[in-house]
């Protein structure tokens, strides 16, 4: 098990951009694909955007592909969810999650085994 702590978050004006951080111990964060989910009030949570274990694959939903950027930095246990042209449909409580997996990039909430607190991202119109 992996424990996670984001980062970075909180409130930007329309066309504002925020980088969130995803801090990673206790486990092997290498051999994990991690993702950045998120969950706007009274709406189910959604995959933004993921990364396999070795950074070369990733998976963005559509509405944030050209904006947001997921990389991750294995020498520092640290994953990272660069997120630029914010829209009002952004605000959301963004999670990291870890997926015990080196063979693909999951994208179903329950392929994630850990998750940390969360982080909220408010863009106001």
């Given at each position: 098990?992996v424990?996670?702590?984001?980062?970075?978050?909180?409130l930007?004006?329309?066309?504002?951009?925020?980088?969130l951080s995803?801090?990673?111990?206790?486990g092997a964060f290498?051999?994990?694909?991690?993702?950045?989910f998120?969950?706007?009030p009274?709406?189910?949570?959604?995959?933004?955007?993921?990364?396999?274990?070795?950074?070369?694959?990733?998976?963005?939903l559509?509405?944030?592909?050209?904006?947001?950027?997921?990389?991750?930095?294995?020498?520092?246990?640290?994953?990272?969810?660069?997120?630029?042209?914010?829209k009002?449909?952004?605000?959301?409580?963004y999670?990291?999650?870890?997926?015990?997996?080196?063979?693909t990039?999951?994208?179903?909430?329950?392929?994630?085994?850990?998750?940390?607190?969360?982080?909220q991202?408010?863009?106001?119109?």
């Open positions: 098990q424990q996670l702590v984001e980062s970075g978050g909180g930007v004006q329309t066309g504002g951009s925020l980088r995803c801090a990673a111990s206790g290498s051999d994990y694909a991690m993702g950045w998120r969950q706007a009274g709406k189910e949570r959604e995959l933004a955007a993921a990364i396999s274990y070795h950074g070369t694959v990733t998976y963005y559509t509405s944030v592909k050209g904006r947001f950027t997921i990389s991750r930095d294995n020498a520092e246990n640290t994953v990272y969810l660069q997120m630029n042209n914010l009002p449909d952004d605000t959301a409580v999670y990291c999650a870890a997926a015990h997996t080196r063979v990039v999951p994208r179903l909430v329950g392929d994630y085994a850990d998750w940390g607190p969360g982080t991202v408010t863009v106001s119109s």
